[in-house]
């Protein structure tokens, strides 16, 4: 239950807990050393509050595609450099920079009705059906290898730097090495058993399961389910990490015509004034 602290409030509060207070200000450190964040305020830096829970949420990069004619993002790679974004409706991908503008580059898909997206070892590589297409930098065609002895049905690729990883929508997920050759099927039921799943990531740590609806689920590396998954703001079509040490997920929102970042932070959103109590925050410390 929230309770109110300041303009004569003594009550205490455990971490995690919110409360009202009479201020503004966006940190509020008390004698005792308690510390608040107001709603709406964000802590990236979750390290700095260990008892506090940090759950995922939209911030960061959050950029349209919509000037680009992308109704509907159907999936989002990261190349080192540039966000390139695969349209459904040309089956061409775009590339904008790491601050979401769009830089003038297209590349067009040498399948149609492509799925998935994934940029590693200088190559693009996306799937469809019972296929993995494979595509040079910039664009050149370079192999379509079957994987139809698995899947007819693939939804997303994903990799751990080394070997190859397929979702079907079976829920299935199976492993190839670098050259494509099967490895073994890594695990089964992936994702959450209310919804269709959609794609699939990896973080350099955890896997990462999204449905055709709101949840995203966590596996560690041996496809153990993990606590830690969270629900998007809207509907996605994809989501990939940079795999660049950072945990931030990006997704491509398909009703908003967007690609937005995800981050592991500590707050709340605002909830205004408490009956005349002040403002929302949370402790954090």
């Known amino acids: 239950m929230a309770i109110k602290l300041g303009g004569g409030g003594g009550s205490s509060s455990q971490v995690n807990e919110i ?71 040309n089956n061409a991908i775009y590339s904008y920079t790491a601050s979401g503008n769009y830089d003038g580059g297209v590349i067009g898909c040498h399948l149609s009705n492509t799925l998935g997206l994934l940029f590693h070892a200088n190559e693009f590589v996306m799937i469809r059906g019972n296929q993995v297409v494979k595509m040079n930098a910039g664009g050149g065609h370079i192999a379509n290898i079957s994987i139809s002895s698995q899947t007819s049905t693939a939804v997303d690729i994903t990799t751990d730097g080394t070997n190859y990883y397929v979702l079907d929508s079976g829920r299935n997920v199976f492993k190839y090495n670098s050259s494509f050759a099967y490895q073994s099927t890594v695990a089964t039921g992936v994702g959450d058993a209310n919804f269709a799943v959609k794609a699939l990531t990896f973080d350099g740590t955890y896997f990462w399961v999204m449905s055709t609806s709101n949840p995203v689920v966590k596996y560690n590396s041996s496809w153990v389910l993990q606590s830690g998954g969270f629900n998007m703001q809207n509907i996605g079509k994809d989501i990939m990490s940079k795999r660049d040490g950072t945990s931030a997920l990006f997704v491509a929102d398909y009703a908003g015509h967007r690609i937005k970042e995800y981050q592991q932070i500590i707050g709340v959103a605002s909830a205004g004034s408490g009956g005349g109590a002040g403002l929302n925050y949370v402790r954090i410390k």
Do not use: C, H, M
Not at 38 to 62: F, H, L, M, R, W
Not at 70 to 79: F, K, L, M
Not at 81 to 86: E, G, K, P, Q
């Open 19 to 89: 409360v009202y207070l009479n201020d503004s200000a966006n940190t509020i450190t008390l004698d005792d050393e308690r510390v608040y964040l107001k709603g709406g305020v964000y802590e990236t830096n979750i390290s700095n509050y260990p008892d506090a829970t940090a759950g995922y949420q939209a911030n960061g990069v959050n950029f349209s595609v919509l000037g680009q004619s992308i109704i509907g993002p159907e999936a989002v790679a990261w190349d080192g450099t540039l966000f390139w974004v695969l349209n459904p409706g």
